[in-house]
């Protein structure tokens, strides 16, 4: 075992042990110290908090020690034989979308090095745009389908067209993403080294960085997504399908009935389909297409709002089928899209993190608040373990601790929308996002930044009653201080974000 | 008994001329653009960036110059195939 290796390994166990160690901890203060209704409340929905955390951090670490297994087990090509390629329909989905955006897509799919190709373009646009993206298609020689009946979801547009493709695999691009030309020849050639493959996911880049704060802070976040996370659900076979960027063998998706139209994250649904019909999935870790991140801060929001929805309607079903019989996982596969699906409670996990500092500074409760000792010394341990780990499998990946943090922050302040989308999600009622959003220059009108603007004015109001309150005690006030004041410095950043994006003239994605 | 050669149709031939011609004339700048965007995470040195860059305007103007060949032999084979064929 390499020297290096070695300490990545001691590294992800000390963070381990850290993690029970203060899990432990906080379990025996919530038991040994209930007392009053509003007092236990509080600390019995603080410790779920807590738990959703460790959970979700056990979960980093039990995938950062499985990427230390090297076997490329899960990366065997087979050889292909230029002159008898197996046949691959190119399908690109999309809905009114910028004719500029969908000629570079046409332009990078068509220059696709593989001949047994059929690029099938899905328009489920407005009446208004269907002459022009006809005409563009037809320039680039590329198939035109549009449906009668105007479909709802990218689901019901593929699964429309779904019957006539004939070929052995179809691949999926959004209409922003522009694969690289060996895109093909390397996926096809993971695919056919086994029938049981069901899908090959390969990792989205956006390109667009330099577009706008919320651009950088989004690539960031999909980068930690996409290097981490998902190569480790590579590793246990769990890996799911992204919507875009990927490779799936027609029949395994025409057994599960195409794409599931139930769910926003129709991918997410379906992918759970095929690994239950015993197919593997393999995630393909080396970036083969870029693509461009959402500019503003409505645009991002209302992903993040998608995604979590999504997320969270299919764990509400999963539950329910695994309870019926009908799924058949691995338990890795369990445990990876039982993480997968409640990350998005990230959102209420913030929230109550917030909420306790300001309610202990203003109303003494939680009381365990009040002997910071045994909290610091487990949790100092255990977080700065944590946020080592997390940044030290960062820098190897040539990432700077301050893009990460970024990323980190933008994850943080999505926290109305997630509440909001995992509620519905859980509730079974299907919402969408809809947000003011202050004419067209792509900016949140002020009073929408209420859930922010609330937070930063109770984290204010705490402090200073805190201040007022010094000497009462001095220990365990100041530490509730920092809280507060690092929690009102991260919503703040929300009124930066929330500017229309100035593209420099240098920075400007140039297509010619 | 000798196999019989796989010789492509002239259809695919057209096609494949001008799939190569997008990819020099319209596809390279794209990838250009995308690399030159993300080649701060690769975590090279700077001047090794711009190196890499100093090469990919290179093979950008190359690029230009072959899709202009290209065009050339598409318009020369789609006589030759009028005339002969």
């Known amino acids: ?512 | 008994m000798k196999n019989k050669p796989n010789i492509m149709s002239p259809e695919l031939v057209l096609q494949l001329i001008n799939e190569a011609r997008i990819k020099e004339e319209l596809a390279i700048p794209i990838y250009t653009s995308h690399i030159k965007q993300t080649l701060f995470w690769s975590g090279l040195p700077n001047a090794k960036q711009e190196k890499i860059i100093a090469s990919l305007k290179l093979l950008e103007a190359d690029s230009q110059k072959h899709a202009k060949i290209l065009k050339m032999v598409a318009n020369n084979y789609t006589k030759y195939l009028k005339k002969y064929v």
Not at chain 1, 377 to 388: A, C, D, N, Q, R
């Open chain 1, 1 to 512: 075992m390499k020297k290096r290796t070695r300490i990545y390994l001691i590294l992800f166990s000390l963070a381990a042990l850290g993690l029970f160690v203060y899990f432990g901890v906080r379990l025996y203060v919530f038991f040994s110290n209930g007392h009053g209704f509003l007092n236990v409340t509080i600390s019995f929905f603080l410790l779920l908090a807590e738990t959703h955390s460790i959970l979700h951090s056990l979960g980093f670490i039990i995938g950062l020690i499985r990427l230390r297994n090297t076997s490329d087990e899960h990366n065997r090509h087979a050889k292909l034989d230029r002159n008898n390629l197996p046949s691959v329909s190119i399908l690109i989905p999309a809905r009114n979308e910028p004719l500029d955006i969908l000629e570079i897509t046409f332009i990078s799919v068509v220059s696709l090095d593989y001949v047994n190709k059929k690029i099938v373009f899905l328009d489920g646009s407005d009446e208004k745009y269907l002459a022009d993206n006809k005409n563009l298609a037809l320039k680039y020689g590329i198939d035109y389908f549009h449906p009668n009946e105007k479909p709802k979801s990218k689901a019901e547009i593929v699964n429309k067209y779904l019957p006539s493709i004939l070929s052995k695999y179809i691949t999926i691009f959004d209409a922003d993403q522009n694969p690289l030309p060996e895109f093909l020849m390397e996926t096809v050639g993971l695919a056919e080294y086994s029938n049981k493959i069901g899908f090959i996911q390969t990792p989205q880049l956006y390109s667009n960085l330099n577009a706008s704060p919320i651009a950088r802070g989004a690539a960031l976040q999909q980068s930690i997504f996409y290097e981490n996370v998902c190569e480790a659900k590579g590793k246990s076979g769990a890996m799911f399908c992204c919507g875009t960027n990927f490779l799936m063998q027609t029949v395994a998706l025409k057994k599960v009935g195409g794409f599931d139209e139930d769910s926003v994250t129709e991918d997410f649904a379906t992918s759970v389909k095929i690994h239950s019909l015993g197919y593997r999935s393999i995630y393909y870790n080396h970036v083969r297409v870029f693509g461009m991140a959402p500019e503003t801060l409505p645009a991002y929001l209302k992903q993040q709002f998608r995604w979590s929805a999504g997320s969270v309607g299919v764990l509400r079903r999963l539950v329910i089928d695994s309870w019926n019989g009908k799924l058949h996982l691995r338990i890795s596969q369990v445990w990876e899209y039982f993480l997968s699906a409640t990350y998005y409670f990230v959102g209420w996990s913030f929230l109550i993190l917030m909420l306790c500092p300001i309610l202990y500074l203003l109303f003494d409760v939680p009381t365990y608040f009040a002997s910071p000792y045994l909290y610091l010394g487990t949790f100092i341990p255990y977080y700065v373990l944590m946020m080592i780990t997390f940044y030290s499998t960062m820098k190897r990946r040539h990432y700077k601790m301050k893009d990460v943090f970024n990323g980190i922050i933008m994850g943080s302040l999505s926290y109305p929308v997630l509440i909001k989308s995992t509620t519905a999600a859980i509730l079974g009622k299907r919402v969408t996002f809809e947000i003011t959003d202050k004419g067209k220059s792509g900016k949140l009108s002020f009073l929408s930044l209420w859930p922010w603007t609330i937070m930063i004015a109770l984290n204010i109001l705490a402090i200073t009653n805190g201040l007022l309150h010094f000497s009462e005690n001095p220990y365990a006030i100041i530490v509730n201080i920092v809280w507060c004041t690092y929690h009102a410095l991260l919503l703040s950043r929300v009124f930066k974000l929330n500017r229309t994006p100035i593209i420099e003239k240098n920075n400007v994605l140039n297509y010619t």
